[in-house]
Structure formats: structure tokens, C-alpha cells
Nanobody, 124 residues
Framework: VQLQASGGGLVQAGASLRLSCAAS????????MGWFRQAPGKEREFVGALMWMVSTTLYTESVRGRFTISRDNAKSTMYLQMNNLKPEDTAVYYCAVQTLVQRASTIPSSYDYWGQGTQVTVSS
């Protein structure tokens, strides 16, 4: 599975961005797809995840109500709509695929495939 993340950019606080994560490769049927982010000098942190088969979502508390994950099955693509962006959202955003059920979807080590990351910078 190859993942291609895109859509990052430089915006002002309060603006919106939509990130995309396109999957390609073998037949695509993950347990979950997730978004993580990593700011300079910090560990990679969970942003949100989509349980692919049941279409339920999880979000970290700091983005709940501002960020929304959606998908396009036909394109094997997941999206992260980010509204009301804040400077603390500045990070490289990564998408990832989790294939095994018996793992927590909120930790990076549960994911098997990763995209290359896309930079999101929010100025104050």
C-alpha cells in the first residue's frame, strides 16, 4: 500500500485547509486510516482516525469540533477537513493505514503504512 498525502500549506489562524490521503497498491480494505502530526521537537501525535469498515471516527480532544475526517471509497482516499486552524496545529501531518484489529488506533505503532507527510503552518 502506498499513501500520498497532500493539501498542506501556510494559512492564517482561523483559516481552513483540507488534507487528502490517497491510497494505492493492493486491494484496499484497512481496519483503520489515521492522521497523525509531528511538530518540531515533539513526538508524533494522534489527530484522528476513521474505522474504515464501520465508518466511525475518533479524534483527539484538541481538534474535536474543528477537524473532520471523511472518505471517498471510489478513490480510496481519506480527507482531513481542518477548520478554525490555530498556530498550535502547525506540524507535518501524516496519514497512515492500520491493517490489524488488535491494536489501539490512537498510537503510531499500530499502523503499518505511512504517507510522506504534508506541512501545515498556521500563522498568528
Amino acid at each position: 500500500v502506498q499513501l500520498q498525502a497532500s493539501g498542506g500549506g501556510l494559512v492564517q489562524a482561523g483559516a481552513s485547509l483540507r488534507l487528502s490521503c490517497a491510497a494505492s497498491g493492493r486491494t484496499f480494505s484497512p481496519y483503520a486510516m489515521g492522521w497523525f502530526r509531528q511538530a518540531p521537537g515533539k513526538e508524533r501525535e494522534f489527530v484522528g482516525a476513521l474505522m474504515w469498515m464501520v465508518s466511525t471516527t475518533l479524534y483527539t480532544e484538541s481538534v474535536r469540533g474543528r477537524f473532520t475526517i471523511s472518505r471517498d471509497n471510489a478513490k480510496s482516499t481519506m480527507y482531513l477537513q481542518m477548520n478554525n486552524l490555530k498556530p498550535e496545529d502547525t506540524a507535518v501531518y501524516y496519514c497512515a493505514v492500520q491493517t490489524l484489529v488488535q491494536r489501539a488506533s490512537t498510537i503510531p505503532s499500530s499502523y503499518d503504512y505511512w504517507g510522506q507527510g504534508t506541512q501545515v503552518t498556521v500563522s498568528s
